[in-house]
């Protein structure tokens, strides 16, 4: 028993050091999600096929699979509103195991066709709307046990932070197509691939955040020219607390270490939800005392999200005036992603 336990443990492991790996390297969904089924039907036994599906108006379309041959791809890769537990997950929001579908009235026709006898359906939520679904079939009744269902609930949270990032990426993207965003990420890609290896590898690492958080801090001074100091700071009540720091001395990290409601820019970015660059201090008035007396001249504060609220906020400063550019600003944008993917990893 005990080598069985330690076996699927492994097996589980596996699954879920393939999927972080995959979804801190890329922000395309369906290479995510394609390396996700083959890592899930590699090393779990009782999945004989399986499907991932996303929302796409009035159909669940087909984004990635393993096990089933083409025939059965062709027919089930757009399946409409309403049709199959696929859309029951889909339109109830909610987990589904059928331990045997002999009986089973939602199950479709293409479905007990395969010789499905018992099937999983995990529904992928996006800011609480449901935006896909994975199905898992097994060919062998109460094929599923408490852990395997742990781990494939994991793999779900795993491909909503895929589908997170991607949405901000998109974002991203639409909002600086001017400024031929892809062409300035591969400008910065040396900079960008060392912050973000040592982030995705310190997450991989360890669970514990304030470790990750500490690195995250420590390579974003250490790699970028013109970032002096960093902070990043978590709510906690009424108080923004700061959770790691790089580049600033003792006396201004004992003053800023819980900063209360409302005061200063990081309470500034908190409270509106949204990303703040000041190119000069000069004429800011958001920025508190200690600020100024530790030589910020600019700065770029950018919030974190969590199931639609801010929960905090990462702050880069320095001591030059117009110190990031608009190249800059995309680059710290989508690091920030990285490092807010590793606090919803926490809280899951």
Request: charged share 30%; with cysteine.
């Amino acid at each position: 028993d005990n080598v069985l336990i330690l076996s699927k443990k492994h097996q589980h492991d596996e699954i879920t050091n393939i999927i972080l790996q995959s979804v801190h390297k890329s922000l395309d969904v369906k290479t995510i999600m394609q390396n996700a089924v083959n890592a899930i039907t590699e090393n779990m036994p009782a999945v004989e096929n399986i499907m991932i599906f996303l929302v796409e108006g009035d159909k669940a379309v087909l984004q990635a699979h393993k096990g089933y041959n083409k025939r059965v791809v062709e027919k089930t890769k757009v399946i409409p509103e309403g049709k199959g537990f696929t859309w029951k997950a889909i339109s109830t929001g909610k987990f589904l195991y059928v331990k045997d579908s002999k009986n089973d009235k939602i199950i479709g026709k293409a479905g007990k066709d395969l010789g499905t006898k018992s099937y999983i359906a995990l529904p992928l939520k996006l800011s609480r709307k449901v935006v896909g679904v994975i199905n898992i079939n097994s060919l062998h009744k109460n094929a599923f046990d408490k852990e395997d269902i742990s781990i494939l609930k994991k793999v779900a949270r795993q491909l909503e932070i895929a589908l997170s990032n991607a949405n901000k990426a998109e974002a991203l993207a639409k909002s600086e197509q001017k400024l031929k965003e892809n062409i300035l990420l591969l400008e910065n890609k040396s900079k960008f691939d060392t912050i973000i290896r040592t982030i995705s590898t310190t997450v991989h690492e360890s669970i514990d955040l304030q470790k990750v958080l500490k690195s995250a801090a420590n390579s974003l001074v250490d790699n970028l020219d013109r970032v002096d100091n960093v902070s990043i700071f978590l709510v906690d009540g009424d108080k923004a607390v700061i959770k790691a720091y790089k580049g600033f001395p003792k006396w201004f990290i004992d003053i800023t270490k819980s900063i209360p409601y409302p005061r200063g820019f990081t309470w500034d970015t908190i409270i509106k939800g949204k990303s703040r660059y000041c190119a000069d201090i000069v004429k800011d008035k958001v920025i508190g005392p200690a600020g100024r007396k530790v030589g910020i001249k600019s700065y770029f504060t950018v919030p974190f999200k969590y199931e639609g609220k801010t929960i905090g906020c990462i702050n880069f400063n320095s001591r030059t005036r117009n110190a990031f550019n608009k190249e800059d600003l995309v680059l710290l944008e989508n690091i920030t992603i990285q490092i807010e993917s590793a606090i919803k990893n926490a809280k899951q």
